[in-house]
């Protein structure tokens, strides 16, 4: 690496955020973008699996040079095992904080991957860290008082959060007080209080800012492989917007106006800015080259030559693109198998991805695709690259965030499938607010089998059920109907785009950003 005085860089961030692909991938986009308006020094915690797919997301979007790249960009493995849980206290409290005291005493930072000691830069102007991590933020504070900005970053659909905003713009209120004052009356512990109050499914309708009504428990519409994070996690979450200067989310006012406009009011009475900034994904030229990720694809040859064969022989948007992310996976995985029965049985292309630990494809299902000759499984695949490709008709997903914004930059309608958090909301923004996508119901279980309130219906949930309404569905994706959903699609997509442009609600979040950092205030 370079010397840092080889590049005339006079700011230092440093990022902090959960081992998640998704937190992870558009705070790469977001440094890259930074990098093209302002040479700063880039610190980026994270763990030794992150840390060469964090170096290559960045200098694939950037329009830098490799090596001017390096000069400004340090990643840091924290920790010497391979993985962290999202929220492991002895990584954040222990090896954060001797990493972090490094930065401010302007000393060299080891890496627990290369083995290498990371060359002193000016100590840190800015923190961005992740909406779940008081901790970190506690120990910023504690080394570095007020000189320091901290900044909460959220990557997940920001409807999410506004839930809990001002009752005034549609929210139910922050509901720390209620819950501590009835800790203090019971004694009872925190955490069952937090979860009764947070969680708890009643039946209750509810109408979140910009959404129409629906049920409390229609947000839990699949069960999950994993627990999510504890309630009181999520009262720590509202401790970090206290303690932040800011809060950066992965957003955009054109697709989430009426959350925008809450969590906005809600910041403002607090005299902290709300920046907006999305959608996070490359340029045109980046996302439609299978090559440039390489490195998270292990059959990134095949893939590509088979989404060129099925452009030649089935036409342009043919092809059926199937991903539930790196975590996420039916706890029924005989409706995924009934689905690909559907697609197999009407002989549509496709390209299914299984990165989650607890996808098992069984062998009679891959024995069965392979004879087909007419899609492919993958355990990971280039999905930027994929939805960038003429061929791809139709994305089937979980409703990510991230996904959701690479296949709406990418203009491909999709078929939602959501399990759990904000992928039920995406999915609803995206069938009921833009008309750009199917929702599949009866793919749920668990909560999801009671009524839905925007159908007035209760799925049964039974494979043949799945089979019959998929069926259904992929018959209108692509037909007269699905034709419809395209051009909605196109709108939304010029519309976020736009936002990117001078004038754009992203644009102006960035270079507000960026010139609170040069001003070094904290407005």
């Given at each position: 690496m370079s010397s840092p005085h080889s590049v005339d860089a006079r700011t230092h961030i440093v990022l902090f955020t959960v081992e998640s692909w998704g937190h992870v991938r558009p705070l790469c986009v977001f440094v890259a973008k930074l990098l093209q308006t302002k040479p700063v020094y880039v610190t980026f915690f994270t763990t030794k699996?992150?840390?060469?797919?964090?170096?290559?997301?960045?200098?694939?979007?950037?329009?830098?040079?490799?090596?001017?790249?390096?000069?400004?960009?340090?990643?840091?493995?924290?920790?010497?095992?391979?993985?962290?849980?999202?929220?492991?206290?002895?990584?954040?409290?222990?090896?954060?904080?001797?990493?972090?005291?490094?930065?401010?005493?302007?000393?060299?930072?080891?890496?627990?991957?290369?083995?290498?000691?990371?060359?002193?830069?000016?100590?840190?102007?800015?923190?961005?860290?992740?909406?779940?991590?008081?901790?970190?933020?506690?120990?910023?504070?504690?080394?570095?008082?007020?000189?320091?900005?901290i900044y909460t970053w959220y990557s997940a659909a920001l409807t999410v959060l506004a839930l809990y905003g001002p009752p005034e713009k549609g929210g139910v209120g922050d509901p720390r007080g209620f819950i501590q004052q009835m800790v203090a009356q019971t004694g009872?512990?925190?955490?069952?209080?937090?979860?009764?109050?947070?969680?708890?499914?009643?039946?209750r309708v509810f109408t979140p800012p910009g959404f129409p009504p629906m049920y409390d428990y229609e947000v839990h519409p699949q069960k999950i492989h994993f627990l999510a994070f504890p309630a009181t996690s999520w009262l720590s979450a509202f401790d970090a917007i206290d303690m932040s200067d800011g809060v950066l989310v992965y957003t955009a006012e054109e697709y989430e106006p009426a959350a925008v406009d809450s969590i906005r009011h809600w910041l403002q009475q607090q005299s902290k800015p709300l920046y907006t900034l999305a959608p996070l994904v490359p340029e045109l030229e980046h996302r439609s080259k299978v090559s440039s990720e390489d490195s998270i694809s292990r059959n990134t040859n095949e893939i590509e030559q088979f989404m060129d064969s099925?452009?030649?022989?089935?036409?342009p948007q043919s092809l059926l693109f199937i991903s539930f992310g790196s975590v996420f996976w039916p706890t029924e995985p005989e409706k995924i198998w009934a689905v690909l029965d559907v697609i197999l049985d009407k002989k549509i292309p496709f390209i299914m991805s299984y990165g989650s630990r607890w996808a098992d494809v069984p062998d009679s299902v891959k024995e069965k695709v392979e004879?087909?000759?007419?899609?492919?499984?993958?355990?990971?695949?280039?999905?930027?690259?994929?939805?960038?490709?003429?061929?791809?008709?139709?994305?089937?997903?979980?409703?990510?965030?991230?996904?959701?914004?690479?296949?709406?930059?990418?203009?491909?309608?999709?078929?939602?499938?959501?399990?759990?958090?904000?992928?039920?909301?995406?999915?609803?923004?995206?069938?009921?607010?833009?008309?750009?996508?199917?929702?599949?119901?009866?793919?749920?279980?668990?909560?999801?089998?009671?009524?839905?309130?925007?159908?007035?219906?209760?799925?049964?949930?039974?494979?043949?059920?799945?089979?019959?309404?998929?069926?259904?569905?992929i018959d209108n994706a692509y037909g007269e109907d699905g034709k419809q959903k395209w051009e909605n699609m196109k709108k939304l997509q010029q519309a976020l785009v736009s936002s990117w442009e001078e004038g754009g609600s992203s644009k102006g979040s960035l270079d507000n950003f960026i010139q609170t950092l040069s001003s070094g205030s904290k407005a």
């Open positions: 699996n992150y840390v060469t797919r964090i170096e290559t997301e960045i200098a694939r979007h950037s329009h830098m040079t490799k090596e001017h790249v390096g000069d400004l960009v340090r990643v840091v493995a924290l920790k010497t095992g391979d993985t962290v849980a999202l929220l492991d206290k002895t990584m954040i409290q222990d090896e954060f904080s001797k990493a972090y005291d490094n930065l401010v005493k302007e000393e060299p930072v080891p890496c627990a991957l290369h083995g290498s000691r990371h060359g002193p830069a000016p100590p840190p102007d800015a923190v961005i860290l992740d909406l779940f991590y008081i901790d970190p933020m506690k120990i910023v504070r504690e080394k570095s008082g007020e000189r320091v900005k009872r512990d925190i955490e069952e209080v937090a979860h009764e109050v947070m969680f708890s499914l009643s039946g099925v452009l030649s022989s089935r036409g004879k087909s000759n007419i899609g492919i499984l993958s355990q990971w695949a280039p999905q930027q690259a994929i939805l960038a490709h003429p061929v791809t008709g139709w994305f089937m997903s979980h409703c990510g965030q991230n996904s959701t914004f690479e296949a709406i930059i990418s203009g491909v309608p999709m078929i939602c499938w959501p399990f759990h958090g904000d992928q039920p909301f995406n999915a609803i923004n995206l069938t009921n607010n833009f008309n750009v996508a199917y929702e599949l119901f009866e793919v749920r279980n668990g909560e999801g089998l009671k009524p839905v309130h925007r159908t007035g219906t209760a799925p049964t949930g039974t494979v043949d059920a799945v089979r019959e309404e998929f069926s259904k569905v």
